[in-house]
């Protein structure tokens, strides 16, 4: 896991007690152009982070104490304390997210990335969250699995009306009840959500939790899909079921970080699933628990060991396992097609098809032309062909032993003998 410290994330954290305090604006949308200078002023100041990177973990500064995730390719977003209110500020606006090295989309997120930062309360904690639509139109955010007043919940028109374009929307609530949750749009969802607006919201207990164990490890990331042709940028929108990019924190194998624990840490694993299709989660060489939904805490008599637990669309799956087997060991979703990236769904498979005669006439009038997939596909894999811009090779990867001849939704679990706690 590539972890790189954020200076302005953490120089943000070091001031945030010295910014003005809030102008109370709840609930009520506020032009950022028609507003007075002291009211604007109370904003948070956001925090914009466009690095792909995985972030340290957010320690608590201010407010009550907890034990932070860490948000694979992702990061924690800031608040302040005002009052009591842990305030935060969101900012909706297109971002251009590096999915692997070599490869850029442009995508719609917040602050600066897709999906945006996640949210750190604690049980119990008032929280207040400004969102600033910097987008094209407009849009709202629903906080999925929350429990709060009806006029908070984020849908466009019943509970809400839509944030315009240049204006704020002040959403408050307290977090009732510990878990995994999720948030995003519920404004025209269907292009919203194509374009990545999402991310994850974690509350923690306020104390000692039956169902919550105590863990050395606590990862977090989310399921989404695009479909981007290789050599453009932009998602197509209108794609209901045929993807071609499955991705983690809008990331592919191999740009997604790998999972890096000490042995015999307790590991927990937040997996939240905003695409349009389930995704049966595997770990090698370990069994694990479900042990929390988007729902809430699992009953431990409810509980019962897997290696693969399926993840359905709009829901949140907590693994949790004793990291006690030493080794790089793969994690990722067992949908086969799932592990690769960009790829023809309409190519005819070839294995098994005497094609010579035929590939030496071609060859003849095309000399460059060659013949792929007689053999299967992992040929592709090793061919050195040049790709169109801003793309990637469907299956890619290198191991200590060749070629790993993945993509997507894969990605390594590493344990460690020697890894030093809490790094």
């Not at 590539?2 to 070091?14: A, G, H, L, P, S």
């Not at 407009?138 to 709060?148: E, K």
């Amino acid at each position: 896991m590539r972890v790189t410290t954020n200076i302005e994330m953490q120089k943000t954290m070091n001031t945030r007690r010295n910014f003005m305090r809030s102008a109370g604006i709840v609930g009520a949308a506020i032009s950022a152009t028609s507003i007075s200078k002291v009211a604007m002023a109370a904003l948070p100041e956001p925090v914009i982070q466009s690095r792909p990177d995985t972030m340290p973990p957010l320690h608590p500064q201010s407010g009550r104490p907890y034990n932070p995730v860490v948000t694979l390719n992702g990061w924690t977003l800031p608040w302040r304390m005002n009052q009591g209110v842990k305030e935060f500020h969101l900012v909706a606006e297109p971002v251009v997210r590096e999915m692997a090295p070599g490869f850029k989309a442009h995508l719609w997120g917040y602050n600066g990335q897709s999906p945006g930062p996640t949210i750190e309360v604690v049980e119990g904690d008032r929280v207040r969250i400004f969102v600033t639509n910097k987008l094209p139109e407009h849009t709202s955010v629903h906080w999925h699995g929350q429990r709060l007043p009806n006029g908070m919940d984020g849908v466009s028109g019943l509970t809400q009306p839509s944030i315009q374009p240049g204006k704020t929307f002040v959403y408050e609530f307290v977090a009732r009840r510990p878990g995994t949750f999720m948030y995003h749009p519920h404004a025209d969802e269907m292009v919203q959500m194509a374009m990545g607006m999402m991310g994850l919201w974690i509350t923690h207990p306020k104390g000692p939790h039956p169902l919550i164990e105590t863990v050395d490890r606590d990862f977090c990331f989310l399921l989404n899909a695009y479909d981007v042709e290789p050599g453009s940028y932009t998602p197509k929108i209108m794609t209901m079921l045929e993807f071609n990019l499955w991705s983690w924190n809008s990331r592919i194998f191999p740009g997604i970080d790998s999972l890096n624990v000490r042995q015999y840490d307790k590991v927990r694993i937040r997996v939240g699933n905003l695409t349009m299709t389930n995704h049966p989660m595997h770990l090698h060489g370990h069994e694990f628990v479900v042990t929390g939904t988007d729902g809430g805490p699992v009953q431990k008599s409810a509980r019962w060991p897997e290696v693969t637990a399926d993840v359905a669309v709009g829901q949140m799956r907590q693994f949790e396992f004793l990291a006690d087997e030493e080794g790089d060991w793969a994690f990722h979703c067992h949908k086969s097609h799932h592990t690769m990236n960009a790829m023809g769904h309409d190519i005819p498979t070839m294995i098994g098809v005497d094609a010579h005669d035929l590939t030496k006439k071609i060859t003849s009038l095309v000399p460059d032309y060659m013949l792929m997939g007689d053999r299967g596909m992992a040929d592709m894999g090793e061919m050195e062909m040049p790709l169109p811009d801003n793309t990637v090779p469907m299956m890619t990867g290198e191991g200590p032993f060749g070629g790993v001849e993945m993509g997507g939704m894969f990605s390594v679990l590493k344990v460690r003998k020697n890894q030093k706690p809490g790094e």
